[in-house]
């Protein structure tokens, strides 16, 4: 039982320490990205849950244009599709 107990603890000791290293590079990964708390509202549902919060470090945003106005698309790094789409003037999500 003593051998058991004698590397079960590094072990998950080292699990913790992998598990927190990945949410703090996500994290520094979302905060380098610079949008505003409203910005990353992905789900547009009036607030940012820490689940936007993290994904985040995953979309990026490009100027496009829709029906003749200047908007910003945001959209996912892995595929290119779009999140979102915000044009200027209004502000609200173009669907």
């Known amino acids: 039982m003593g051998k058991i107990v ?7 000791v080292g699990i913790v320490a992998l598990v927190i290293a990945y949410f703090s590079f996500r994290a520094a990964g979302s ?4 949008y505003s708390w409203q910005e990353m ?3 547009q549902n009036g607030s940012t849950s820490l689940g936007d919060f993290f994904a985040a470090s995953d979309i990026g945003k490009r100027e496009v244009s829709q029906r003749g106005k200047k908007c910003i698309e945001y959209y996912y790094y892995k595929d290119g599709l779009p999140v979102k789409t915000v044009c200027a003037g209004d502000g609200q999500p173009v669907q």
């Open 41 to 43: 509202d992905w789900h």
């Open 31 to 34: 905060l380098n990205q610079g």
């Open 6 to 12: 004698g590397w079960l603890v590094p072990v998950a």
